[in-house]
Protein backbone atom coordinates (compact mmCIF):
# COMPACT_ATOMS: atom_id res chain seq x y z
CA UNK A 1 0.00 0.00 0.00
CA UNK A 2 1.43 3.47 -1.58
CA UNK A 3 1.15 6.46 1.09
CA UNK A 4 -1.06 7.37 1.93
CA UNK A 5 -1.41 3.91 3.32
CA UNK A 6 -5.05 3.97 4.52
CA UNK A 7 -7.89 4.93 1.97
CA UNK A 8 -7.49 7.81 0.85
CA UNK A 9 -10.66 9.32 2.07
CA UNK A 10 -9.12 8.81 5.51
CA UNK A 11 -7.47 11.33 7.53
CA UNK A 12 -6.23 9.69 10.50
CA UNK A 13 -2.89 12.04 11.68
CA UNK A 14 -0.87 11.75 15.09
CA UNK A 15 -0.66 7.67 14.26
CA UNK A 16 0.34 5.27 17.25
CA UNK A 17 1.57 1.66 15.81
CA UNK A 18 1.16 -0.70 18.17
CA UNK A 19 1.27 -4.57 17.35
CA UNK A 20 -1.16 -7.32 19.32
CA UNK A 21 -2.05 -10.56 18.44
CA UNK A 22 -0.37 -10.47 14.67
CA UNK A 23 -1.59 -7.57 13.70
CA UNK A 24 -0.55 -4.28 13.73
CA UNK A 25 -2.71 -0.93 14.98
CA UNK A 26 -2.95 2.79 14.30
CA UNK A 27 -3.92 4.61 16.79
CA UNK A 28 -4.54 8.35 15.69
CA UNK A 29 -6.93 11.67 16.10
CA UNK A 30 -9.39 11.48 13.20
CA UNK A 31 -9.67 14.94 10.92
CA UNK A 32 -12.38 16.08 9.12
CA UNK A 33 -12.26 17.33 5.52
CA UNK A 34 -11.81 21.30 4.85
CA UNK A 35 -12.30 21.73 8.63
CA UNK A 36 -10.94 25.26 10.06
CA UNK A 37 -9.82 23.10 13.39
CA UNK A 38 -7.89 20.43 13.75
CA UNK A 39 -9.25 16.64 14.61
CA UNK A 40 -12.86 15.37 15.43
CA UNK A 41 -15.31 14.44 18.30
CA UNK A 42 -14.27 11.11 17.28
CA UNK A 43 -11.21 8.29 17.06
CA UNK A 44 -11.03 5.57 14.83
CA UNK A 45 -9.18 2.31 14.38
CA UNK A 46 -7.25 0.67 11.79
CA UNK A 47 -5.21 -2.45 11.35
CA UNK A 48 -3.64 -4.69 9.43
CA UNK A 49 -2.18 -7.71 9.74
CA UNK A 50 1.70 -8.15 10.46
CA UNK A 51 1.90 -10.33 7.33
CA UNK A 52 -0.32 -8.41 4.93
CA UNK A 53 0.39 -4.36 5.53
CA UNK A 54 -1.63 -4.06 2.06
CA UNK A 55 -4.70 -4.43 3.23
CA UNK A 56 -5.78 -2.41 6.38
CA UNK A 57 -9.59 -2.23 7.89
CA UNK A 58 -11.53 -0.06 9.57
CA UNK A 59 -12.55 -0.98 12.83
CA UNK A 60 -14.62 2.04 13.43
CA UNK A 61 -15.91 4.78 15.87
CA UNK A 62 -13.66 3.28 19.38
CA UNK A 63 -14.47 6.80 21.69
CA UNK A 64 -16.53 9.99 21.06
CA UNK A 65 -17.02 13.05 23.59
CA UNK A 66 -20.23 13.51 21.11
CA UNK A 67 -23.17 11.65 20.57
CA UNK A 68 -23.70 11.09 16.66
CA UNK A 69 -26.33 8.60 14.69
CA UNK A 70 -25.25 5.54 15.73
CA UNK A 71 -23.40 6.24 18.94
CA UNK A 72 -23.52 8.17 22.60
CA UNK A 73 -20.92 10.24 24.56
CA UNK A 74 -18.63 8.28 25.79
CA UNK A 75 -17.52 11.54 28.36
CA UNK A 76 -19.57 13.49 30.80
CA UNK A 77 -17.81 16.46 31.55
CA UNK A 78 -16.67 17.95 28.03
CA UNK A 79 -17.64 17.70 24.10
CA UNK A 80 -14.57 18.38 23.25
CA UNK A 81 -11.88 17.41 20.43
CA UNK A 82 -10.07 14.05 20.91
CA UNK A 83 -6.53 14.15 20.08
CA UNK A 84 -3.76 12.03 19.78
CA UNK A 85 -4.59 9.07 21.58
CA UNK A 86 -2.10 6.12 22.78
CA UNK A 87 -3.08 2.51 23.49
CA UNK A 88 -1.04 0.08 25.54
CA UNK A 89 -1.98 -3.59 27.15
CA UNK A 90 -2.29 -4.01 31.20
CA UNK A 91 -0.79 -6.61 33.20
CA UNK A 92 -4.97 -7.96 33.05
CA UNK A 93 -4.45 -8.36 29.84
CA UNK A 94 -6.51 -5.71 28.75
CA UNK A 95 -6.82 -2.61 26.40
CA UNK A 96 -6.31 0.80 27.72
CA UNK A 97 -6.85 4.09 25.93
CA UNK A 98 -5.26 7.49 26.61
CA UNK A 99 -6.88 10.59 25.35
CA UNK A 100 -6.28 14.05 25.21
CA UNK A 101 -9.33 16.44 25.00
CA UNK A 102 -8.84 19.96 24.29
CA UNK A 103 -8.64 22.08 26.95
CA UNK A 104 -10.16 19.81 29.46
CA UNK A 105 -8.69 16.46 31.67
CA UNK A 106 -7.81 13.83 30.09
CA UNK A 107 -9.47 10.30 30.37
CA UNK A 108 -8.42 6.72 30.31
CA UNK A 109 -10.86 4.38 28.62
CA UNK A 110 -10.69 0.35 28.79
CA UNK A 111 -11.48 -2.37 26.41
CA UNK A 112 -11.40 -6.18 25.96
CA UNK A 113 -9.94 -5.97 22.34
CA UNK A 114 -7.26 -4.21 20.74
CA UNK A 115 -9.47 -2.39 18.83
CA UNK A 116 -12.06 -1.22 21.40
CA UNK A 117 -14.77 0.04 21.44
CA UNK A 118 -13.18 1.31 24.53
CA UNK A 119 -15.56 2.62 27.64
CA UNK A 120 -15.11 5.24 29.79
CA UNK A 121 -13.14 3.92 32.93
CA UNK A 122 -11.59 7.49 34.80
CA UNK A 123 -9.88 10.63 34.33
CA UNK A 124 -6.79 10.71 35.29
CA UNK A 125 -7.05 10.73 39.12
CA UNK A 126 -3.81 12.71 40.66
CA UNK A 127 -2.86 15.07 43.40
CA UNK A 128 -2.38 18.65 41.48
CA UNK A 129 1.55 18.92 42.96
CA UNK A 130 2.02 15.48 41.39
CA UNK A 131 1.24 16.71 37.71
CA UNK A 132 2.83 18.56 34.63
CA UNK A 133 0.60 20.70 32.20
CA UNK A 134 -2.10 21.78 34.03
CA UNK A 135 -3.17 18.17 34.72
CA UNK A 136 -4.01 18.41 30.96
CA UNK A 137 -1.90 15.39 30.22
CA UNK A 138 -1.55 16.64 26.04
CA UNK A 139 -0.43 14.27 24.02
CA UNK A 140 -0.06 11.50 26.19
CA UNK A 141 2.26 8.43 25.58
CA UNK A 142 2.35 5.27 27.39
CA UNK A 143 5.13 2.79 28.29
CA UNK A 144 4.40 -0.69 29.77
CA UNK A 145 7.59 -1.39 30.83
CA UNK A 146 9.26 -5.07 31.12
CA UNK A 147 9.09 -4.94 34.82
CA UNK A 148 5.41 -4.17 34.28
CA UNK A 149 5.97 -0.65 35.75
CA UNK A 150 3.49 1.77 33.98
CA UNK A 151 5.40 5.58 32.94
CA UNK A 152 3.20 8.04 30.94
CA UNK A 153 4.92 11.29 29.25
CA UNK A 154 3.39 14.34 27.98
CA UNK A 155 3.36 17.89 27.85
CA UNK A 156 3.22 20.77 25.27
CA UNK A 157 6.40 23.48 25.13
CA UNK A 158 7.65 21.02 28.15
CA UNK A 159 8.16 17.43 28.51
CA UNK A 160 7.00 15.85 31.78
CA UNK A 161 6.44 12.50 33.21
CA UNK A 162 4.59 10.65 35.75
CA UNK A 163 4.19 6.69 36.58
CA UNK A 164 0.70 5.15 36.51
CA UNK A 165 -0.07 2.25 39.19
CA UNK A 166 -0.50 -0.46 37.06
CA UNK A 167 -3.58 -1.90 39.29
CA UNK A 168 -6.08 0.86 37.76
CA UNK A 169 -3.62 2.22 34.77
CA UNK A 170 -5.67 5.43 35.62
CA UNK A 171 -4.02 6.96 39.19
CA UNK A 172 -0.65 9.10 38.96
CA UNK A 173 1.63 8.00 41.91
CA UNK A 174 2.56 10.46 43.95
CA UNK A 175 5.83 11.67 43.98
CA UNK A 176 6.19 10.19 40.60
CA UNK A 177 6.07 13.84 38.69
CA UNK A 178 9.22 14.77 36.69
CA UNK A 179 9.73 17.82 34.42
CA UNK A 180 11.66 18.35 31.67
CA UNK A 181 12.48 14.95 31.29
CA UNK A 182 14.40 16.43 27.78
CA UNK A 183 16.07 19.20 28.92
CA UNK A 184 15.44 22.73 27.85
CA UNK A 185 18.27 23.81 25.17
CA UNK A 186 16.49 27.05 23.81
CA UNK A 187 17.35 25.02 20.12
CA UNK A 188 15.08 24.04 17.29
CA UNK A 189 15.00 21.03 18.17
CA UNK A 190 13.63 21.26 22.12
CA UNK A 191 10.43 19.78 23.03
CA UNK A 192 6.79 21.33 21.97
CA UNK A 193 4.92 18.25 21.94
CA UNK A 194 3.75 14.51 20.88
CA UNK A 195 5.44 12.35 22.82
CA UNK A 196 5.80 8.73 22.27
CA UNK A 197 7.60 6.86 24.20
CA UNK A 198 8.87 3.16 23.08
CA UNK A 199 11.86 0.95 24.80
CA UNK A 200 14.43 -0.19 21.67
CA UNK A 201 17.09 -2.73 22.62
CA UNK A 202 17.21 -1.94 26.60
CA UNK A 203 17.20 1.81 25.56
CA UNK A 204 14.48 4.29 25.91
CA UNK A 205 13.61 6.27 23.19
CA UNK A 206 10.98 9.44 23.40
CA UNK A 207 9.65 10.72 19.88
CA UNK A 208 8.37 14.05 19.54
CA UNK A 209 7.73 17.27 17.76
CA UNK A 210 10.40 20.38 18.08
CA UNK A 211 9.54 23.91 19.04
CA UNK A 212 10.73 24.38 15.42
CA UNK A 213 10.28 23.40 11.66
CA UNK A 214 7.67 19.51 10.59
CA UNK A 215 9.99 17.31 12.02
CA UNK A 216 9.69 13.99 14.00
CA UNK A 217 13.13 13.96 16.04
CA UNK A 218 14.00 11.39 19.14
CA UNK A 219 15.86 11.55 22.26
CA UNK A 220 16.97 8.41 24.52
CA UNK A 221 17.49 7.44 27.76
CA UNK A 222 18.98 4.58 30.10
CA UNK A 223 15.83 5.24 32.61
CA UNK A 224 12.35 5.43 31.83
CA UNK A 225 12.32 8.33 33.89
CA UNK A 226 15.40 10.29 31.90
CA UNK A 227 16.68 12.31 31.50
CA UNK A 228 16.63 12.21 27.63
CA UNK A 229 19.28 12.74 25.19
CA UNK A 230 17.96 14.73 22.07
CA UNK A 231 19.38 13.35 18.82
CA UNK A 232 18.02 14.02 15.65
CA UNK A 233 15.29 14.17 13.37
CA UNK A 234 14.09 10.98 12.10
CA UNK A 235 11.71 12.93 9.04
CA UNK A 236 10.86 16.00 8.00
CA UNK A 237 7.22 15.91 6.29
CA UNK A 238 7.90 19.73 5.18
CA UNK A 239 10.77 18.76 2.78
CA UNK A 240 9.43 19.81 -0.78
CA UNK A 241 6.50 19.39 0.15
CA UNK A 242 3.09 21.73 2.35
CA UNK A 243 4.42 20.74 6.04
CA UNK A 244 2.73 21.69 9.07
CA UNK A 245 3.14 19.82 12.47
CA UNK A 246 4.32 16.26 13.00
CA UNK A 247 3.05 13.25 15.19
CA UNK A 248 3.90 9.74 14.72
CA UNK A 249 6.19 6.67 16.34
CA UNK A 250 8.32 4.18 15.32
CA UNK A 251 7.31 0.55 14.95
CA UNK A 252 8.67 -3.12 14.25
CA UNK A 253 6.75 -5.43 12.56
CA UNK A 254 8.18 -8.46 11.36
CA UNK A 255 11.71 -7.80 11.77
CA UNK A 256 11.45 -4.08 10.02
CA UNK A 257 11.18 -0.72 11.61
CA UNK A 258 9.02 1.88 10.36
CA UNK A 259 8.08 5.54 11.26
CA UNK A 260 4.76 6.83 10.98
CA UNK A 261 4.01 10.18 10.08
CA UNK A 262 1.25 12.45 8.77
CA UNK A 263 0.99 14.68 5.72
CA UNK A 264 -1.33 17.82 5.11
CA UNK A 265 -3.88 18.63 2.36
CA UNK A 266 -6.37 20.79 1.14
CA UNK A 267 -3.63 24.13 1.50
CA UNK A 268 -4.25 23.78 5.50
CA UNK A 269 -2.53 22.11 8.23
CA UNK A 270 -5.05 20.31 8.88
CA UNK A 271 -6.76 17.39 7.40
CA UNK A 272 -4.06 15.18 7.62
CA UNK A 273 -3.89 11.72 6.39
CA UNK A 274 -1.57 9.05 7.71
CA UNK A 275 1.86 7.86 6.45
CA UNK A 276 4.74 5.43 6.91
CA UNK A 277 8.27 4.97 5.58
CA UNK A 278 11.08 2.03 6.29
CA UNK A 279 13.90 3.34 9.02
CA UNK A 280 16.81 1.09 10.16
CA UNK A 281 18.10 1.33 13.91
CA UNK A 282 21.72 0.93 13.78
CA UNK A 283 23.52 -1.10 16.14
CA UNK A 284 24.70 2.20 18.19
CA UNK A 285 20.77 3.00 18.47
CA UNK A 286 20.54 5.88 16.29
CA UNK A 287 17.94 6.31 13.41
CA UNK A 288 19.35 7.49 10.15
CA UNK A 289 16.71 10.27 8.79
CA UNK A 290 14.66 9.00 6.06
CA UNK A 291 13.03 11.14 3.23
CA UNK A 292 9.40 11.44 1.89
CA UNK A 293 8.51 8.94 -0.53
CA UNK A 294 5.40 7.89 -2.16
CA UNK A 295 5.58 4.17 -1.40
CA UNK A 296 4.49 3.22 2.16
CA UNK A 297 4.77 -0.15 3.01
CA UNK A 298 6.00 -1.32 -0.71
CA UNK A 299 9.39 -1.28 -2.46
CA UNK A 300 8.69 0.17 -5.37
CA UNK A 301 5.57 1.73 -7.33
CA UNK A 302 4.56 -0.18 -10.49
CA UNK A 303 4.74 3.01 -13.47
CA UNK A 304 2.19 0.81 -15.97
CA UNK A 305 -0.64 0.80 -13.01
CA UNK A 306 -2.92 3.70 -13.17
CA UNK A 307 -0.97 5.99 -9.95
CA UNK A 308 -3.25 8.81 -8.10
CA UNK A 309 -1.70 12.37 -8.63
CA UNK A 310 -2.63 12.68 -4.76
CA UNK A 311 0.30 10.32 -3.46
CA UNK A 312 2.92 13.03 -4.61
CA UNK A 313 5.47 13.03 -2.11
CA UNK A 314 7.10 16.27 -3.65
CA UNK A 315 4.77 19.65 -4.25
CA UNK A 316 6.41 22.83 -4.92
CA UNK A 317 5.45 25.85 -6.52
CA UNK A 318 2.18 26.29 -4.76
CA UNK A 319 0.22 23.22 -5.34
CA UNK A 320 -1.01 21.45 -3.11
CA UNK A 321 -4.25 18.42 -2.46
CA UNK A 322 -7.83 19.03 -2.03
CA UNK A 323 -10.52 16.65 -1.88
CA UNK A 324 -13.75 17.51 -4.33
CA UNK A 325 -15.58 14.60 -2.97
CA UNK A 326 -15.02 11.44 -1.10
CA UNK A 327 -14.58 9.57 -5.12
CA UNK A 328 -12.35 12.58 -6.05
CA UNK A 329 -8.68 14.16 -5.01
CA UNK A 330 -6.46 15.72 -7.02
CA UNK A 331 -3.61 18.24 -7.24
CA UNK A 332 -4.82 21.97 -7.61
CA UNK A 333 -3.30 24.93 -7.93
CA UNK A 334 -1.04 23.92 -10.63
CA UNK A 335 1.16 26.74 -11.62
CA UNK A 336 4.05 27.73 -13.35
CA UNK A 337 6.93 26.80 -11.94
CA UNK A 338 5.24 23.55 -9.95
CA UNK A 339 6.63 20.80 -9.43
CA UNK A 340 5.42 17.14 -8.33
CA UNK A 341 7.51 14.03 -7.21
CA UNK A 342 6.92 10.57 -7.06
CA UNK A 343 9.39 8.24 -5.27
CA UNK A 344 9.99 5.22 -6.28
CA UNK A 345 8.99 3.76 -9.68
CA UNK A 346 10.16 0.20 -10.88
CA UNK A 347 10.50 0.38 -14.96
CA UNK A 348 11.82 -3.28 -14.96
CA UNK A 349 14.37 -4.83 -17.66
CA UNK A 350 13.25 -3.42 -21.10
CA UNK A 351 15.96 -2.18 -22.67
CA UNK A 352 14.46 -3.24 -26.25
CA UNK A 353 12.57 -0.20 -26.41
CA UNK A 354 13.40 3.45 -27.03
CA UNK A 355 10.73 5.20 -25.89
CA UNK A 356 7.50 4.68 -24.09
CA UNK A 357 4.02 6.61 -23.36
CA UNK A 358 2.71 8.74 -20.24
CA UNK A 359 -0.68 9.52 -19.87
CA UNK A 360 -2.68 12.40 -17.44
CA UNK A 361 -5.55 12.75 -16.72
CA UNK A 362 -6.45 16.01 -16.32
CA UNK A 363 -9.04 18.85 -15.61
CA UNK A 364 -8.72 21.78 -17.78
CA UNK A 365 -8.84 25.39 -16.64
CA UNK A 366 -8.83 26.88 -19.80
CA UNK A 367 -5.09 27.29 -20.52
CA UNK A 368 -2.31 25.71 -22.38
CA UNK A 369 0.33 24.25 -20.58
CA UNK A 370 3.59 21.84 -21.15
CA UNK A 371 4.33 19.19 -18.25
CA UNK A 372 7.79 17.89 -18.70
CA UNK A 373 8.90 15.02 -17.34
CA UNK A 374 12.46 13.95 -15.52
CA UNK A 375 13.61 11.21 -13.74
CA UNK A 376 16.43 10.99 -10.69
CA UNK A 377 14.86 14.57 -9.65
CA UNK A 378 13.24 17.66 -11.17
CA UNK A 379 16.92 18.35 -12.26
CA UNK A 380 17.73 15.22 -13.46
CA UNK A 381 17.45 13.05 -16.42
CA UNK A 382 15.16 15.14 -19.15
CA UNK A 383 12.43 12.39 -20.41
CA UNK A 384 9.86 14.13 -22.36
CA UNK A 385 6.96 16.59 -22.58
CA UNK A 386 3.46 16.90 -22.81
CA UNK A 387 0.94 19.68 -23.90
CA UNK A 388 -2.03 20.13 -22.06
CA UNK A 389 -5.12 21.62 -23.82
CA UNK A 390 -7.86 23.91 -22.07
CA UNK A 391 -10.13 21.26 -21.63
CA UNK A 392 -10.83 18.13 -19.66
CA UNK A 393 -9.16 14.92 -20.79
CA UNK A 394 -6.54 12.43 -21.15
CA UNK A 395 -3.41 14.05 -22.55
CA UNK A 396 -0.41 11.55 -24.19
CA UNK A 397 3.19 11.78 -25.32
CA UNK A 398 5.73 9.26 -26.21
CA UNK A 399 8.94 9.98 -24.27
CA UNK A 400 12.42 8.46 -23.74
CA UNK A 401 12.12 4.84 -22.30
CA UNK A 402 14.22 4.30 -18.46
CA UNK A 403 14.68 0.77 -17.35
CA UNK A 404 15.37 -0.07 -13.26
CA UNK A 405 14.42 1.88 -9.97
CA UNK A 406 13.62 5.99 -10.64
CA UNK A 407 11.94 8.93 -8.72
CA UNK A 408 9.57 10.78 -11.44
CA UNK A 409 9.00 14.31 -11.26
CA UNK A 410 6.61 16.40 -13.11
CA UNK A 411 7.78 20.40 -14.08
CA UNK A 412 4.81 22.82 -15.27
CA UNK A 413 4.97 25.60 -17.08
CA UNK A 414 2.08 27.46 -19.42
CA UNK A 415 2.92 27.66 -23.21
CA UNK A 416 2.25 31.53 -23.80
CA UNK A 417 4.87 33.11 -24.99
CA UNK A 418 3.33 36.89 -26.35
CA UNK A 419 3.63 40.34 -25.28
CA UNK A 420 0.79 39.44 -22.63
CA UNK A 421 2.62 36.09 -21.32
CA UNK A 422 3.33 37.36 -18.16
CA UNK A 423 -0.45 37.54 -17.14
CA UNK A 424 -0.46 33.41 -17.47
CA UNK A 425 2.49 33.05 -15.21
CA UNK A 426 0.14 32.81 -12.15
CA UNK A 427 -2.81 31.56 -13.46
CA UNK A 428 -3.93 28.02 -12.35
CA UNK A 429 -3.41 26.03 -15.74
CA UNK A 430 -5.10 22.19 -14.49
CA UNK A 431 -5.32 19.99 -12.05
CA UNK A 432 -4.14 16.51 -12.23
CA UNK A 433 -5.78 13.55 -11.35
CA UNK A 434 -3.83 10.73 -12.24
CA UNK A 435 -1.23 9.33 -14.79
CA UNK A 436 0.16 6.64 -16.12
CA UNK A 437 3.05 4.87 -17.76
CA UNK A 438 2.38 2.83 -21.29
CA UNK A 439 4.73 -0.24 -23.29
Known amino acids: MANPFLPLCEYIPDGEPRVFNDRVY ?14 DFKLKVWSASVNDLNNWICHGDSFHTRADF ?10 RELYAPDVVQGKDGKFYLYAYIVGSKGCVGVSDRPEGPFKLLSKYKYDPKDAGDEG ?3 DSGVLVDDDGKVYIYYGFEKSHMNMINGENMYEIIPGSYKEDVIPCGMGDDDFFEASSPRKINGKYYLIYSPRKGSRLFYAVSDSPTGPFV ?5 IDNGVDYPGGNNHGSVCCINGQWYVFYHRMTNGTIMSRRACVEKIEILPDGTIPAVEMTSLGFEDSLNPFKITPAEIACVLKGGCFITEKSVFERVITNIVTGSVMGYKYFDFGEDYSSKTME ?9 CKAEIEVFADGEDGEYLGSCNIDISDGVYKARIKNICGRHSIFFKVKHCYNGYFSEY ?12 VFIK
Open 26 to 39: IYGSHDRVASEDFC
Open 70 to 79: DHESDCDWTD
Open 136 to 138: IYN
Open 230 to 234: RKNYI
Open 358 to 366: IAFDVKGRG
Open 424 to 435: FSNRELFELNSF
